[in-house]
């Protein structure tokens, strides 16, 4: 029964598609801009690469904690289904609430924002300001301000809601396609790199001063993390996903796995061109790197190589979280329309436009940002849940078949919520008003589960 997709979704997604999800949603503009802000908390390269490979097992650890609930309940909606099963539906409505409105919406909205930055590079025109409106919606509480880029975000946002709808396989080769491209375009700059005549060893030696110690690893810590999200998303599409059972495993660890092998080579490449200092004063790192190397030729190269790692996880990012509504709505927590199934393509038609027009909107909105930031606190208060799902399961369902055990069990599941505890604590002494305004944001919705817990038990 598990390879049987529920309510006519196909099941058209192989292993390797699986895969291409998990790598190029990770993969996005973390790896060109994260390493500046991990080498000023902990000063040097070596600490840094220590920051990478501790962020990387974490992440590896919550893939195989997942893999084993992926496996054991294929269906669409991925967290939604683990919290729904292991602490009762209003969890399950909780994370998928956060998903649609802010959490992946929000990711949605800055990376196609982010596509139309890097854009700009070669046509600086998009960043013009044609309309400013008088309402206080902007940066700061200022007038919004309206450019062209946003409207190509937005295009771009829909194109691939449009590819997407056709079918998932259609959106899967999509994914696989260009997160191909993404990891040729990201080795070719790892080759360059390394086999610059202006690179040295010695680079690996150098630092800066910086406060360092415990605090300063985990503030590099949670900034690597940001760099390894999005790993999860391929469970949002388990329910079309071939032989569940096998590939959601295979997927998640060898997808986890490709990623941290990519950023401890990106790395690798950056000190060996750049030293420490230079690396903590650059905002785009990568770009900097090879316009030392090949001038402002390849400064430009490595806009065009972000813009198509964006679209990749762009592309997944509306593929995977598009189910999650689907997923709310099937079980009769969300519009019951957003749960229709398109009868030819078999994919949820409703919801992708739905998760896709949303997002759109907070292009235009410009508040995106904001509360992405907002939600940040709330998104891994679920992750940890989610993780800790599989103890609870373990105890609470017994009977469940579980094709794939996570390996190093409890102990893998329990580090990865103290890494989500580290994760929390960090945010929350950070910005604490964005924190607690998350929880406000989330908690907007508890009335709404209410009235559709009403209408389903009608």
Do not use: C
């Not at 396989?169 to 375009?185: E, N, P, R």
């Not at 593929?319 to 030819?344: C, E, K, N, T």
């Amino acid at each position: 029964m598990a390879d049987q997709a529920p309510a006519g979704l196909r099941r058209e997604l192989g292993v390797w598609t699986a895969a291409a999800i998990v790598v190029g949603t990770v993969i996005g503009s973390g790896i060109f801009l994260v390493p500046k802000s991990m080498v000023e908390q902990v000063g040097s390269p070596y600490m840094v690469f220590l920051v990478w490979v501790v962020g990387g097992l974490l992440s590896l650890f919550g893939a195989l904690s997942y893999a084993e609930l992926g496996a054991a309940m294929p269906e669409a909606g991925g967290e939604y289904v683990y919290l729904r099963e292991a602490y009762g539906p209003f969890w399950g409505y909780l994370y998928g609430w956060t998903q649609m409105w802010v959490a992946k919406s929000g990711a949605i909205a800055t990376l196609a924002t982010a596509f139309f930055y890097y854009l700009a590079n070669f046509r600086p025109e998009l960043e013009q300001v044609f309309y400013t409106i008088p309402v206080a919606l902007g940066d700061g509480g200022g007038p919004l301000e309206l450019r062209y880029g946003q409207f190509l975000a937005m295009v771009v946002i829909l194109v691939l809601a449009v590819v997407n709808y056709f079918g998932v396989k259609v959106g899967g080769g999509v994914q696989v396609a260009v997160t191909a491209l993404k990891i040729l375009l990201i080795l070719a700059i790892i080759v360059i790199g390394l086999g610059s005549a202006t690179g040295t060893v010695a680079n690996y030696q150098t630092g800066i001063p910086v406060a360092g110690g415990f605090s300063g690893f985990i503030a590099a810590l949670v900034a690597a993390l940001w760099a390894y999200d999005g790993w999860n998303n391929v469970t949002m599409a388990a329910s079309e996903v071939r032989h569940p059972q096998r590939s959601l495993p295979r997927a998640l660890v060898f997808g986890t796995l490709t990623v941290i092998v990519i950023y401890l080579l990106t790395n690798l490449a950056y000190f060996y061109v750049l030293p420490a200092a230079d690396v903590g004063a650059s905002n785009r790192v990568a770009a900097e790197m090879m316009r030392r190397i090949l001038g402002e030729t390849g400064a430009g190269a490595i806009s065009l190589a972000a813009m198509i790692s964006i679209f990749a996880a762009l592309n997944g990012s509306i593929l995977s979280g598009a189910r999650v509504p689907y997923a709310m709505a099937y079980d009769g927590y969300f519009f019951r329309a957003v749960a229709h199934i398109h009868p030819r393509y078999r994919t949820p038609s409703m919801s992708i436009l739905l998760l896709s027009g949303w997002a759109s909107v907070l292009v235009l909105s410009g508040r995106y940002e904001q509360l992405f930031t907002y939600v940040i606190f709330a998104s891994w208060i679920q992750y940890a849940m989610a993780a800790a799902a599989v103890i609870v399961l373990r105890k609470k369902r017994p009977d469940l078949r579980r094709p794939y055990r996570t390996i190093g069990y409890p102990v893998v599941p329990v580090l990865f919520v103290t890494g989500a505890a580290f994760v929390l604590v960090s945010t929350l002494r950070n910005s604490p008003r964005e924190s607690l305004m998350g929880l406000a944001l989330i908690a907007v919705g508890i009335p709404f589960y209410f009235v559709w817990k009403r209408k389903h038990l009608v």
